[in-house]
């Protein structure tokens, strides 16, 4: 193990960012011991251990920064993790995208405990909790958003009607409602929890490609436009969007996506040689903290913001886990 060096409804309104400050954030990368391994979409432990999976090489891992040591625990040859998350018990839940299950790890015992998908839902790709006992999923090329309640391991799912519409990025508001991005479209989802009755929005720029999305405190909607470049915000109230183009331009290719403790928005831009942060605040639309990973990254592909110590954890296609701090 090695670490690295540290407007109307259907109308757009495209802002301009300016002067972009540079101040850069602390970024720390750990070598991940495991070759080629694609660790990807970390989520941090109630005891501060940061999990992650495998994608290529088939595992669920801990990482304690604490004493910078790995554990791995194996899941079956061609289970191709693809996201996982951490309940409040320390229980581990993983997509098993490869292998049409979502799987319980007890990190205690190692023991795993699968829940099929419905056929045709083959391909479970990110999870959420509600906090309600239910987690909600993307199915990205089966076309499908689903929901898991725990307590019964019962599956409901309900099909996009847009063809190829490759479901992908999902965030819940705060009253549990999903909203997903449409990556194969130019479409953002939402889906009522009660009746599971999906229903669809389309952004006014046709070539749009939303991939990740966080939906702040004052429930708007943002999705990061992976085609073009561009931050963009939708008012599920007003029907109005708005748009700022990234710092990298039409190529900057925006992926992951976060939110943290004061409303601001993080994004990694994946069209960047290196990678590189870029935060912004809504309050003052302006963008900060742009920073470049140092290990290049590849793709960061997602992130999640942990509130204890205020650092947003990732992985990344050069086989490292990172920690960015967050002022």
Known sequence: MSKLPVLAAGAVAVLAFGSVPQDPIDIEEWQVPWA???????SVGPDGRVWFVGQ????????????ETFKRYDL????GPHNLIVADDGTVWYAGNRAQHIGRLDPATGAIRKVPTPDPVRDPHTLVFNGRGDIWFTAQTSNYVGRLTLATEAVRVVAVPAPRARPYGIWLTAGGTPWVALFGTNKLATVDPLTMTLSEVALPQPDARPRRLVITPDQMVWYGDYARGYLGRYDPASGAFAEWQLPGGPSSLPY??????????WIVETGVRPNRFVGFDPATETFLGITPIGSGAGSVRHMVFDRRTRAIWFGTDANTIGRARIP
């Open 76 to 79: 079956d040859e061609g289970t």
């Open 256 to 265: 992951a996506m976060t939110l943290d403790d004061r409303g601001r928005i």
């Open 56 to 67: 290529v090489a088939h595992y669920v891992a801990a990482f304690d920064p604490a004493s």
């Open 36 to 42: 080629q391994s694609r660790p990807r979409d970390p």
